[in-house]
């Protein structure tokens, strides 16, 4: 399917549509840069090559691969985390969220039921290129909590094993670790085979889903500054969507309040960024980066 170009909050809203069900879910996934593919952080710019094999990886053989660098994040993690928590994750799968929450990689992809969240996810860096916003329509409910599936990966200690096994894929409502997974209505896919080779494809879906569709709006880079004003008003802001000093401070460096646009010198257009401090000629990055 052809991706399609939004100009405007309605233009949007229109192309994001009805839900086609009430026995399924519409999944959003906002990026900064439109060329970005469906990649999971631990599979970026991994080589898994076979020497001396000119053909595609086999999907068991990065699988594999990718499960065991997984595993050794989560090993990591068990060892060295436990006295910085509050509350010491049970299973696999609560490990591997707890890595994704704080910048570590996994096989997972973050997605939002919230358009408007992934909206965001689009257009709040960057503004010198094009974002853009996937969607995954009507996946149904079964892969959630309380699903057979659902239930053995949080209940099974090596639970990761189950993923492998039966799915490619799948997708889950994640516990509430932290108020940012709350307040961003976060969903997770996670995925057994997907690396910078192979990205995730509307094929892999509806491998697993013929019903469903995976398509993707474009944000053109001229209007970024636009939409950003109206999510702000609309009450989707850094601030909002990281709950904390961090969201806070941030915060802070975004849009230009109007009240003050006035008293600047020369004509500031609605909408323009402060300027983000910068190192070296680098901006500067805080490490609260979103996979």
């Not at 990065?62 to 928590?85: I, K, W």
């Not at 209940?155 to 993923?163: H, R, S």
């Not at 993707?216 to 702000?232: C, E, H, N, Y």
Request: hydrophobic residues 35%.
């Amino acid at each position: 399917m052809e991706d399609a170009v939004v100009q405007s909050m309605p233009e949007y809203l229109q192309w994001v549509g009805e839900p086609t069900t009430l026995y399924a879910l519409d999944l959003f996934r906002g990026v900064p840069q439109a060329d970005y593919r469906l990649i999971p952080s631990i599979g970026r710019n991994v080589d898994l090559s076979i020497p001396g094999v000119r053909d595609e990886t086999p999907r068991d053989v990065a699988g594999f691969h990718l499960s065991q660098m997984e595993g050794h994040v989560v090993d990591t993690l068990r060892a060295e985390a436990p006295p910085y928590l509050d509350l010491v994750p049970e299973s696999y799968l609560d490990w591997v969220v707890l890595a994704q929450h704080h910048g570590a990689s996994t096989r997972l992809l973050d997605w939002t039921r919230s358009c408007l969240v992934a909206l965001y996810f689009a257009v709040e860096k960057h503004t010198d290129s094009d974002g853009a916003v996937y969607l995954i329509r009507a996946l149904p409910n079964t892969p959630y909590e309380g699903s057979p599936l659902f239930r053995t990966i949080y209940m099974t200690p090596g639970g990761e094993y189950v993923l492998n096994e039966h799915n490619p894929f799948i997708a889950f409502v994640p516990r509430h670790i932290s108020a940012r997974i709350a307040v961003q209505l976060s969903v997770f896919t996670w995925h057994w085979d997907t690396y910078e080779g192979r990205p995730f494809t509307e094929g892999d879906l509806k491998g697993q889903y013929p019903d469903t569709a995976l398509e993707k709006a474009i944000i053109p880079t001229d209007m970024k500054d636009r939409f950003r004003v109206q999510l702000s008003r609309m009450g989707f802001s850094h601030k909002t969507l990281f709950p904390g000093l961090t969201g806070i401070c941030r915060g802070l460096g975004g849009p230009v309040p109007e009240r003050w646009r006035s008293s600047l010198p020369g004509k500031l257009p609605s909408g323009t960024d402060a300027a983000p401090p910068k190192e070296n000629g680098t901006e500067q990055i805080d490490g609260e980066e979103r996979s």
